[in-house]
C-alpha cells in the first residue's frame, strides 16, 4: 500500500495558489483514476482507489501548511505504514516551472510542510518536487508561493499536472524513471518521426551561359 500526501492549504481561496500544486497532483490523479470521492479522516481528506496491483491512499491534509505532519502522522499510525511507503507531492521553488524531480530523504530546505513532516516521520520519505520557480528574492516567496499561478502558467501547469497522473502507476511500482519520462512526454513531447520534415528553399536558379566571345566582352565593358 501506498500513501500518497499532496501539501497545500484547505479552503477555496487557496485552491489556485502555487502552495497548492500537491493538492491539484492529488485530484487530477484521483479524477484520471477513478478514486473514490474525497472524504474526511486522518485531519484531511482522503480519497482510495488502486494502482495496478497496489492499493492508494490519496490525502490532503486539512492542518495548514506548517502542520501538515499531524495529517500524515495520522494516517501512517492506522495503516501501520513505514516512511518508505509515503510519497509526498509539493511546491519546489529551487526548480523551473514545469520541472519534476524525485527524492528520497534528505533534509527540507526550508520547506514548511516537509518540515513538518519530518518532525513526525522522519526524513525517509519519497517526495516529488513539483517546480514552480523562484520570485527572485527571500523576501519575496512567501507573496509568491500564496497567490494564484499566472494565466501564462496555465499550459505548462496542466502539461505537468496530466504528465503525473500518466506516470503515477510507474511512481507506485517503484519506476520513478519510468514516472519521470511520462511527465517529459506531456511537457516536452517528442518530435514524432512520422511529422513530414519542412521543405527546403529551392535553389536559385542557374545564370544563363554567356555566349559571347572574349572580344565581345571586351567591347561591351567599355560601351
Given at each position: ?184 512526454q506531456r511537457v516536452a513531447p517528442a518530435r514524432s518521426s512520422t511529422t513530414a520534415p519542412k521543405p527546403k528553399p529551392a535553389a536559385p536558379a542557374p545564370e544563363p551561359e554567356d555566349a559571347r566571345s572574349p572580344m565581345q566582352k571586351l567591347m561591351d565593358r567599355f560601351k
Open positions: 500500500m501506498k500513501l500518497i500526501t499532496g501539501l497545500g492549504n484547505p479552503g477555496a481561496q487557496y485552491a489556485g495558489h502555487r502552495h497548492n500544486i500537491g493538492f491539484m497532483a492529488l485530484d487530477r490523479i484521483a479524477g484520471d483514476h477513478g478514486f473514490g470521492p474525497w472524504r474526511a479522516k486522518f485531519q484531511g481528506e482522503i480519497a482510495e482507489g488502486r494502482l495496478g496491483p497496489d492499493k492508494v491512499v490519496l490525502l490532503k491534509p486539512g492542518t495548514f501548511m506548517n502542520e501538515s505532519g499531524r495529517a500524515v502522522r495520522a494516517a501512517v499510525d492506522f495503516h501501520k505504514l513505514d516512511p518508505a511507503e509515503v510519497v509526498v507531492f509539493h511546491d519546489e521553488l529551487d526548480l523551473a516551472p514545469g520541472k519534476v524531480r524525485l527524492k528520497t530523504g534528505g533534509g527540507h530546505a526550508g520547506h514548511n510542510g516537509l518540515r513538518s513532516i519530518h518532525a513526525h516521520i522522519g526524513a525517509d520519505y519519497d517526495r516529488v518536487r513539483l517546480g514552480i520557480g523562484h520570485p527572485g528574492h527571500k523576501d519575496r516567496v512567501a507573496g509568491y508561493v500564496l497567490h494564484d499561478f499566472a494565466k501564462a502558467d496555465q499550459d505548462w501547469l496542466d502539461d505537468v499536472l496530466r504528465g503525473v497522473s500518466d506516470g503515477i502507476a510507474e511512481l507506485v511500482a517503484g519506476h520513478g524513471d519510468r514516472f519521470l519520462n511520462a511527465v517529459a
